[in-house]
């Protein structure tokens, strides 16, 4: 098979944002922050809005999309009763925002979402948090309020990520399928759960992607279903008509049967990258156009005569057992 972990490594920093959009990205939400703040202090002062950064950006699985954008999830949280409608909430929020960029703010159902085009986008989900409940309640357009505690998912991926520090790369390859994909594909959230829950570990990243997707596809073909392990506890599939579930599920096979060919079958690195790079994109690399595993296993073989002895260095430079030249001493300073 052909060793592509490097691959995968270099595809994790490639989906990294780079610190200079990073640092746009952390301007503007302290901008649109000071702008809520304001138009709340100056239109509705009883109201008086908290911030907390929430979803990807908060557990370090935000990518960059094959459009090179990226997100953040920004919480606006009134410590109080609610005495007028979700709806109104979100547009008192909506007001504040308006005009900050040359895109007209999008009143989502569960967020206001401003668009940096070309660049990134700012989602703010509107919260009730009474002082005397335990949980807050998320503001969703025309449908009142619903507990959600977003905290708790950070606090859950939190101790998921400390049994295994391969998780988080293993999200971010999830969710670079997803949006090479898209056309529905489940959401960044949704990635997460399945692969928190699902995690194959092993000290490759392409052998646990491969034996990860597929524990997530035994899974969801004994129940398909995604359930969020922090209040309510609802399932992301729930809503999935026949065609987008089908879509996932394609995909998915297609994934599978793409990467067991990569790894049990495609010994030439370069053939197998082109595999893992129909479902991972562009920001996967290209591999190099020769045999790694016999590339590895001479390696490994010139190391075992060096440490035995029976080693010869050539005047190319490089080191064989035929008995020419310079025969090598036996190595036997192993550090420590």
């Keep these: 098979m052909a060793n592509c972990n490097k691959l995968f490594l270099d595809y994790d920093s490639n989906l990294n944002i780079p610190k200079k959009k990073k640092d746009k990205l952390k301007d503007s939400k302290e901008v649109l922050r000071a702008r809520i703040r304001k138009h709340f202090k100056d239109n509705h002062p009883e109201y008086k809005p908290e911030f907390y950064i ?84 998320l503001a969703v357009k025309n449908n009142g309020f619903e507990m959600s505690d977003p905290k708790e998912v950070v606090e859950w991926y939190k101790a998921e990520k400390a049994k295994s520090s391969q998780l988080n790369r293993l999200v971010k390859y999830l969710k670079g399928w997803g949006d090479h994909k898209r056309n529905k594909m489940p959401s960044g959230l949704a990635m997460t759960i399945l692969a928190a829950n699902n995690i194959q570990s092993n000290d490759r990243d392409d052998v646990a992607l491969k034996n990860t997707i597929v524990k997530i596809q035994e899974t969801l073909d004994d129940n398909f279903e995604c359930v969020v392990p922090a209040t309510p506890g ?49 920001h996967f690399p290209f591999g190099e156009d020769e045999d790694t595993d016999a590339k590895e296993a001479a390696l490994k073989r010139i190391s075992e005569n060096v440490l035995k002895g029976t080693a010869y260095s050539q005047s190319s430079g490089t080191i064989s057992t035929e008995p020419t030249k310079v025969k090598n001493k036996p190595h036997t300073n192993y550090g420590g």
């Design 54 to 137: 929430q979803g990807s950006y908060k557990m370090g699985t935000t990518i960059l999309t094959k459009d090179n954008e990226c997100d953040l999830d920004d919480g606006v949280y009134f410590r109080r009763e609610a005495d007028v409608t979700a709806t109104t909430l979100q547009k008192w929020v909506e007001d504040a925002l308006d005009g900050a960029t040359s895109s007209p703010v999008e009143h989502r159902s569960k967020c206001l979402r401003v668009n940096y085009q070309g660049e990134y986008h700012i989602d703010f989900p509107v919260y009730i948090f009474p002082k005397d409940d335990n949980d807050p309640s």
């Design 234 to 282: 609802d399932d992301l599939f729930e809503s999935y008509d026949s065609i987008r579930k089908n879509n996932f599920l394609s995909n998915l096979d297609d994934f599978i049967k793409d990467a067991k060919q990569a790894l049990d079958n495609e010994p030439n690195q370069l053939k197998a990258s082109k595999l893992w790079r129909k479902h991972l994109g562009i």
